[in-house]
């Protein structure tokens, strides 16, 4: 078994479909299902009795040992976390909660797990940390991207506390010699993503007729990786990863902002025949400390381990919208009050 943190979020419950779709080997589901936390995502596994579902908070430390002991996992991929930007502009106090004291509390939870398994369960024990490319701060536009040795330069709250647990996971490999990987993945996209990210916020207002917000002169570029390209990646490292290593996750697609959303356009246009999506582009007031570029070197991963991303932006973003076209059920589910006040906090004063 595997234990898999933050499971019913967009990457983390897209990691437990695709895993148990491709194995037979159970995965045991912590997740606090807050606002991004969303058991619709994972309601294909009900009655699968290979998927056994918990919620439960990452820094509830009874909660974890009580967990550990009965299930005894061989490896645990830790997804749970805050993670959007803007949401830790106006509230960075849940970022250092979950990202950076959860982070510990599963560390502490983890080693001593670790350290009372056999010495053979121990050599095969992994703790694979899922990060983000925005800790290395911004690019210039003909900086070389990202690579594992970068330096950090988070500028954002959220970038800070994913820097943060990621010098606290290196840390114990290092001092306690926790078997630990990280990788850290550009800007993921696909089914299943909370509407306040770029792409989903943009289907949601298109379908309904709404302004598309574009931040600043939309000119700030991402590597965009298809979430599916994504959790194959993850698969990959959790196999054949090195112990204390780290490893870049890119899909080979940086691309501007405002290419993003016409790209998104044409797609839509070429789904639901007859509207001019394009006309609802709206330029909005830029959100403070906005990194421009961000951009991964994945030279590593396809060196070392073999891996590379299968979807081009094109094809993944067809994937993505058709997805969200025929799932308008969850959609509605998703698009709660809570939901509406927040974007409404967001863009009130752009």
Not at 238 to 253: D, M, P, S, T
Request: charged letters at 20%; one cysteine or more; glycine letters at 8%.
């Amino acid at each position: 078994m595997i234990l898999v943190t933050g499971g019913a979020g967009f990457i983390g419950s897209n990691f437990v479909l695709d895993w148990l779709a491709q194995s037979a080997e159970p995965v045991l589901n912590l997740d606090l299902l807050t606002y991004a936390g969303n058991l619709g995502n994972l309601a294909a596994l009900k009655n699968d009795a290979r998927h056994v579902f918990v919620r439960g908070d990452i820094g509830d430390s009874a909660l974890l040992a009580r967990l550990l002991s009965e299930h005894r996992p061989r490896a645990i991929v830790h997804f749970a976390a805050e993670s959007h930007v803007d949401r830790s502009i106006h509230g960075p106090a849940a970022f250092i909660q979950t990202n950076v004291v959860g982070t510990f509390a599963l560390l502490e939870a983890t080693r001593a797990y670790w350290s009372a398994l056999p010495k053979n369960e121990q050599a095969a024990f992994r703790f694979l940390h899922i990060s983000t490319d925005e800790v290395y701060g911004s690019l210039g536009n003909d900086d070389p991207a990202f690579s594992e040795t970068t330096p950090y330069a988070p500028n954002s709250p959220y970038s800070a506390s994913k820097a943060s647990s990621d010098h606290w996971v290196r840390a114990y490999h290092h001092t306690y010699g926790l078997p630990t990987l990280t990788t850290n993945c550009s800007n993921n996209y696909g089914p299943r993503q909370f509407p306040e990210k770029l792409i989903p916020l943009m289907i949601v207002n298109a379908l309904a007729g709404k302004p598309l917000p574009v931040y600043g002169d939309g000119q700030n570029v991402r590597d965009w990786l298809y979430v599916g390209d994504h959790c194959a990646a993850i698969r990959v490292v959790l196999e054949k990863g090195v112990a204390g290593e780290v490893y870049n996750i890119g899909g080979n697609a940086e691309m501007k902002n405002l290419d993003v959303v016409h790209t998104l356009c044409r797609v839509l246009t070429a789904l639901r025949p007859g509207r001019d999506f394009a006309s609802q582009i709206t330029f909005v007031k830029d959100r403070p400390g906005h990194d421009r570029r961000y951009a991964i070197n994945a030279d590593k991963i396809r060196r070392k381990l073999g891996w590379q991303p299968v979807e081009t932006f094109e094809s993944g973003l067809t994937q993505t919208v058709r997805w969200y076209l025929d799932n308008e059920t969850w959609l509605t589910n998703i698009t709660s009050k809570a939901y509406q006040q927040w974007i409404d906090l967001q863009y009130a004063q752009q």
